[in-house]
């Protein structure tokens, strides 16, 4: 049954979601909401035939159901989504509407399914799906409602053994509707979540092939560099030769980087937690970027407490992966002669580190993506210095598997032109003695 649910869904919606006329979960939403009204239609439509002494009831029925159940077949041709959801909503109204007037209007317990509307339209079709039919279904029945009031008598065809088949249709179906809603959306989000894992283990294994690839000729070019820059004497060709150091060492972090994302994701890294010293890592964060902090001679400020603090973590990953990222960034966006600081705090239960800097900061536009690895927000540096985009998503993805969090605050340079900058705030759990 799901492989010919899936076939069927193939056949009408591919080409059209390819062509981005709809998304996949529009068209799902439209199908199921078919296939869990479809029976219900055509049972009203049985029981207006069989129980209400009025042809017209049965005939209006009838049409509505087929044209319900053929509605998906507009996924395919014209390939509107909006024209399929409106039709399928409509057929609902139509039938509801006619078996109300004709089995006592606003007193009929047929009106009740119309509040199923925009609830459907809504899922198909969206705010404004919820919105139209909203208006339509409150007009509607605000119309049984005043003509009740002004003591208009509608006919009421339907005998009594009708009345209590209906009256079971609308408690049972409620219940049956409601669950086959619920549990085919959650099959649908299942198998899209299985395609999405499937795309995903795809793009990693193209990662590791191309990390591979690349690498091994790169080292042969690193090497074959050096043993040619030995037996070069002139100092010019010297310093051009020197030049493609930096490229060949960009690579290599590009490589790196990704080859480290893709293990933290995988879990293929495996994590020692255990106690780690706050103050080791600091001192080891002011000895590695001695030299790149006096290259754009920037001072580091650290405010931490006198007694050190111990957090859970990996001393590794806290200190290259963490912290090195961070502070990389906030140096590589910082101007000539700028101040970073680096602020730890103890909360209790949790260690709270806030790396500030007054750089370039984060254009909102990118505020929300720069721990999301999928998206572009790569920028160049106050020197021009590139970055590779995985650095913040690593050190997101290094913070949660320790217990923390990690959250960002900006104002970026082009909104402020004074007092920009970035602030990171790490809070990371505390070794309590």
Not at 189 to 194: D, V
Not at 403 to 413: A, E, N, Q, Y
Request: proline letters at 3%; aromatic letters at 8%; glycine letters at 8%.
């Amino acid at each position: 049954m799901k492989n010919f649910y899936f076939s069927v869904f193939d056949y009408l919606t591919l080409k059209q979601i390819k062509e981005g006329h709809y998304t996949p979960y529009q068209a799902h939403a439209l199908m199921v909401s078919v296939l869990s009204t479809a029976i219900f239609m055509w049972l009203y439509s049985i029981l207006a035939y069989t129980h209400i002494n009025h042809p017209i009831t049965s005939l209006v029925c009838f049409a509505m159901a087929t044209i319900h159940i053929l509605s998906p077949l507009l996924l395919k041709l014209p390939g509107n989504i909006q024209l399929a959801g409106h039709t399928l909503m409509s057929t609902g109204l139509i039938l509801g509407t006619t078996f109300s007037y004709y089995t006592g209007g606003f007193d009929s317990n047929m009106i009740i399914w119309l509040g199923i509307l925009p609830l459907l339209s809504g899922v198909i079709l969206g705010r404004i799906g919820v919105i139209i039919w909203t208006l339509l279904t409150i007009i509607t029945a605000v119309i049984f409602l005043i003509i009740d009031i002004n003591g208009v008598t509608l006919p009421n065809f339907i005998d009594h053994k009708g009345w209590l088949m209906a009256q079971c249709l609308i408690v049972f179906g409620w219940i049956i509707i409601s669950t086959v809603l619920v549990n085919v959306l959650i099959l649908v989000t299942e198998n899209s979540q299985l395609m999405q894992n499937q795309k995903n283990q795809k793009i990693l294994t193209l990662v590791r092939v191309l990390c591979h690839d690349i690498s091994n000729p790169l080292l042969t070019i690193k090497g074959r560099v050096k043993h040619i820059k030995k037996g070069i004497e002139d100092e010019k060709s010297l310093c051009e030769m020197n030049r493609l150091d930096r490229p060949i060492m960009a690579i290599q972090e590009i490589i790196e980087k990704i080859r480290n994302w893709e293990s933290i994701e995988s879990g293929k890294q495996k994590l020692t937690i255990s106690p780690v010293s706050v103050g080791e890592t600091i001192k080891y964060i002011q000895d590695i970027f001695d030299e790149k902090l006096n290259q754009k001679d920037i001072k580091l400020n650290i405010l931490a407490p006198e007694t050190d603090l111990m957090i859970l973590g990996n001393q590794t990953t806290l200190q290259s992966q963490i912290f090195s990222n961070l502070i990389s960034n906030a140096i590589k966006f910082s101007d000539h002669g700028s101040v970073i600081d680096i602020i730890i705090k103890d909360e209790g239960k949790n260690v709270l580190a806030t790396i500030v800097d007054r750089g370039l900061g984060i254009p909102q536009p990118l505020i929300n993506d720069i721990f999301d690895v999928t998206k572009k927000t790569t920028r160049l540096g106050t020197d021009g210095e590139r970055g590779t985009g995985f650095g913040l998503p690593i050190v997101k993805s290094c913070v949660e598997r320790f217990g923390g969090t990690i959250s960002v605050m900006s104002k970026s340079k082009e909104d402020f032109k004074e007092n920009s900058g970035t602030v990171f705030e790490l809070r990371l759990k505390k070794v309590i003695a």
